[in-house]
C-alpha cells in the first residue's frame, strides 16, 4: 500500500551528552578560594553541573543534625524562590514532619543552630520558613566559571542518559489548511524534543501526518477535475487545498440536489451523489492497493512533505521520521482487532465493532467504534496499530503526543485500550495537551497557512526595523534578521502562557519591541553581543578575571539569577510547559537592563571592566542557551 518512510530513523544517531566536570576539579577550584570544606555530594545532586546543587548538599549536610531528621527528607525540601527577595533556598518547616513544635518556632531555632559557613549567608527565620542567603564571593566564582567553561552545555543535567522518547507533534492533514492547533503542536513539540535531548534523552521527532482517508479519493477526483500540473510542483499545499475546497463544493451541490429528491420521494437520503461515489471508489480502490490510484496519491503526499520541510526549517525544526496514517501496516491492524476481540476489549454492535469503556471500569470515556460496518479502520484503530509499531522498532521509555484539548478524549481512550490489551509500555504514554488559538488571520484571508503567518510576521517585523533608518543601515542582512526576529514574536506570543491556557494572536504586539515578547529578547541578546563586540577584549582575559571585584547589588542578584537556570531545566522537565523557560529568561533580561546604568563596561578599569564583560558575557550565553531550546536563532545584530 505504502512505502516506509522510516529509513532515516535507521540512520539516527543520538546526539552525545558533553563530558561532566569531575567533582576533583570542583574541589580545586574552592580551594583556590580558600575553602577546604569538600562538598558532603547527596545521591540526587549535581553540584558540577549545577551550582546551586553545591549549597543544597551543604545546606543539607548542616541541616539534617540541626533538625534530627533524616537528610534523604531534609536535601528535596529545599526549593528555589521565584524572587530573589526571599533567598535563594528556602525550607519551610512544616515540610519536615516534626510533630509536637510550632513550624515558627522550629525555624528560628534552626537559624540560631546553623553554623557560620565560607558558602553562606546567616540564615533568615521568616515566619514558617527558613530561607538562605548565597555569599556572592563563592557564587560569583562558581557560576561564571561553570558558565564561561560550559558555554552552549550550560544547564542541562544528564538526567535522560540510556532512554529514548518520541515526541510526535505537528502532524498536519495534507490538503487541508496548517491551522493555528498545528501551529501550536509544532512549536510546542519541538521545544519538548529540544529539551528532552539537551538532557541526555535520544529523541526521535515524528511526523504523524494526515495521509489516508476517504479525503484522498475526494482529492484525486478533484484534481483530475481541477488540477494543474505545474501549480501542483510549485506549490503542491497550497494548490491541492485549493482543488479540495472546489471538489467539496460540487459533492456539497450534488448533495442537496440528492436531498431535495429525496426529501420529495418521502424518503430517506442515502445517495449524496456520483461525485461523492467517485471518491468512495477512488479510495477503495487505494486500499485494494490499486497501482495507479497509490502511485497518485503517493506523488501529492512526497510533494507536500518537501514543501513541510521547507516551511519547517523555518521554525528551525527537523524530524527523524514523517510517518501517517498510510504508514501502518496491514498486519499491525489485523493484529490490533484480533488481540481485541481475544481479549474481549471489543464487541459487536449493529454490524460495527466497537469498545463499551463503561464494561472495562471507564464510564467517562464513553463507546468508541474501531472498525465499521464494511471492515475499513477509522483513525483510533490506526492509531493504536502505530503505537504497536512503534514500540517494537524504537522500544521508547516515554511518547509525546503532542495534540490539542480537543482531542483528549481520543488519546483518553487510545492509551486505554492500549492497557486493556496489556502492553506494559502502554503508561510510557503521555499526552501533552494545549489551547486554542483565538483571532488568528493574515492578510491574505482567513484559510492559515504557517507560510502565511511566518511571511506576515517577517513583512512587520520589516516595517518596524525600517522606521529606525540608521540602525536599519547597519544591519547586513535585514530579510533574514526580519524573517527571524518575526519568528521569534510568533513562538514567544505562543509559549508565554501555560500550555492549556487560549490566548489570542496578536500580530501586533508579537512584533513590538516594547514588553515581554520575542523581538525584546532577540534585543537582549543583540545588546549583550554589542557590549562585547565594542568592548574589543580577548576572550582570554575575561575568562580569567578577577570575579570577586562583582560587588554591586546588581551583579550580584544577576549571578544569582544565572546560577538557578540548571533548576529551570529540571522544573521544565517536570512541567513540560515552556513558559517555564520563558518566564525565566524574561525575569533576567529584566535584571540585565537595570544593570547597564549601573555595571559600565567601557569607561572601567581594566580589572573591572574584565569582570563585568565575564558577567555579560555569561548572561549572553544562558540567554542564547535559553533561547536555542526554545527553537530560537538569537541574533548578533538587528
Known amino acids: 500500500m505504502a512505502t516506509n518512510d522510516d529509513t532515516a530513523a535507521a540512520q539516527h544517531v543520538p546526539k552525545e551528552f558533553p563530558p561532566i566536570p569531575s567533582l576533583e576539579s570542583l574541589h580545586k577550584r574552592l580551594q583556590s578560594l580558600s575553602i577546604s570544606e569538600e562538598i558532603p555530594v547527596f545521591p540526587e545532586s549535581n553540584p558540577t553541573t549545577n551550582p546551586v546543587d553545591i549549597y543544597r548538599c551543604i545546606i543539607a549536610h548542616h541541616l539534617a543534625p540541626i533538625t534530627g531528621v533524616d537528610i534523604n527528607l531534609v536535601y528535596p525540601a529545599l526549593e528555589w524562590t521565584q524572587t530573589l527577595d526571599k533567598g535563594d533556598l528556602i525550607v519551610a518547616a512544616p515540610r519536615l514532619r516534626i510533630k509536637g513544635r510550632k513550624p515558627d518556632e522550629l525555624a528560628k531555632e534552626w537559624a540560631e543552630k546553623f553554623p557560620e559557613s565560607p558558602y553562606l549567608e546567616r540564615p ?10 548565597f555569599k556572592n564571593s563563592v557564587l560569583n566564582n562558581v557560576v561564571l566559571s561553570s558558565i564561561l567553561n560550559r558555554k552552549e552545555n550550560y544547564g542541562p543535567i544528564n538526567s535522560g542518559k540510556g532512554k529514548r522518547v518520541i515526541v510526535e507533534f505537528s ?41 489516508w482517508g476517504k479525503q484522498f479519493g475526494i482529492l484525486s477526483v478533484g484534481f483530475k477535475r481541477f488540477g494543474d500540473e505545474q501549480k501542483l510542483v510549485e506549490d503542491p499545499i497550497h494548490h491541492l487545498y485549493d482543488v479540495y475546497v472546489a471538489i467539496n463544493k460540487v459533492i456539497e451541490a450534488e448533495k442537496e440536489v440528492e436531498k431535495a429528491k ?6 430517506k437520503q442515502t445517495y449524496n451523489g456520483p461525485t461523492d461515489d467517485e471518491a468512495r471508489a477512488f479510495f477503495a480502490s487505494m486500499e485494494a492497493g490499486d497501482e495507479a490510484a497509490v502511485a497518485l496519491w503517493g506523488r501529492f503526499r512526497d ?18 521520521v514523517y510517518s501517517g496514517e498510510s504508514q501502518v501496516s496491514k498486519e499491525a491492524m489485523d493484529t490490533v482487532s484480533k488481540l481485541m476481540k481475544e481479549k474481549k476489549v471489543s464487541e459487536e454492535s449493529d454490524g460495527a465493532l466497537i469498545v463499551d469503556f463503561l464494561k472495562h471500569g471507564a464510564k467517562k470515556l464513553g463507546k468508541a467504534i474501531v472498525q465499521k460496518k464494511d471492515g475499513t479502520s477509522l483513525y483510533l484503530t490506526r492509531d493504536i496499530g502505530a503505537a504497536m509499531e512503534r514500540y ?12 490539542a484539548t480537543q482531542q483528549d478524549l481520543h488519546l483518553q481512550q487510545l492509551f486505554k485500550i492500549l492497557d486493556l490489551l496489556g502492553f506494559e509500555w502502554a503508561k510510557k504514554c503521555q499526552h501533552i495537551n494545549f489551547g486554542m488559538v483565538l483571532g488568528m488571520s493574515t492578510r491574505k484571508g482567513t484559510v492559515v497557512f504557517l507560510d502565511d503567518i511566518l511571511q506576515e510576521a517577517k513583512e512587520r517585523m520589516h516595517d518596524v526595523m525600517r522606521k529606525n533608518e540608521d540602525k536599519y543601515s547597519q544591519v547586513e542582512d535585514p530579510e533574514y534578521i526580519a524573517s527571524t526576529v518575526g519568528r521569534t514574536g510568533v513562538m514567544i506570543q505562543d509559549m ?14 508579537m512584533t513590538s519591541f516594547e514588553g515581554d515578547t520575542g523581538p525584546y529578547l532577540q534585543y537582549a541578546h543583540t545588546r549583550l ?7 574589543n577584549v580577548p576572550i582570554e582575559k575575561i575568562e580569567k578575571a578577577d570575579l570577586s571585584l562583582l560587588t554591586e547589588p546588581h551583579a550580584t542578584n544577576l549571578v544569582r539569577c544565572l546560577a538557578q537556570y540548571p533548576d529551570v531545566l529540571q522544573q521544565t522537565l517536570k ?56 527553537g530560537l536563532v538569537p541574533v548578533d545584530r538587528m
Open 303 to 320: 510533494l507536500s512533505i518537501e514543501k513541510y520541510k521547507d516551511t519547517y526549517a523555518r521554525l528551525n525544526i527537523k524530524y527523524d
Open 262 to 267: 429525496a426529501e420529495a420521494a418521502g424518503v
Open 392 to 403: 517494537e522498532k524504537y522500544k521508547f521509555d516515554k511518547m509525546i503526543y503532542v495534540v
Open 529 to 535: 553581543c554589542s557590549i562585547t563586540r565594542k568592548a
Open 124 to 133: 533568615k527565620a521568616d515566619g514558617t520558613f527558613l530561607r538562605f542567603y
Open 575 to 630: 512541567t513540560l510547559e515552556p513558559t517555564t523557560v520563558v518566564t525565566y529568561l524574561f525575569k533576567m533580561t529584566h535584571l540585565l537592563s537595570s544593570s547597564y546604568s549601573v555595571l559600565h563596561v567601557i569607561s572601567s578599569e581594566d580589572d573591572v571592566k574584565f569582570a563585568r564583560l565575564a558577567l555579560y558575557e555569561s548572561a549572553r550565553i544562558v540567554l542564547h542557551n535559553g533561547m536555542t531550546l526554545l
Open 171 to 211: 502532524s498536519p492533514n495534507i490538503a487541508k489548511p496548517f491551522h493555528a492547533g498545528h501551529l501550536r503542536s509544532t512549536i510546542i513539540g519541538g521545544f519538548l524534543a529540544n529539551l528532552h535531548e539537551i538532557c541526555g534523552w535520544d529523541v526521535i521527532r515524528m511526523n504523524y501526518l494526515g495521509d
Open 496 to 509: 508565554s502562557g501555560k500550555r492549556i491556557n487560549n490566548y489570542t494572536f496578536d500580530m501586533d504586539r
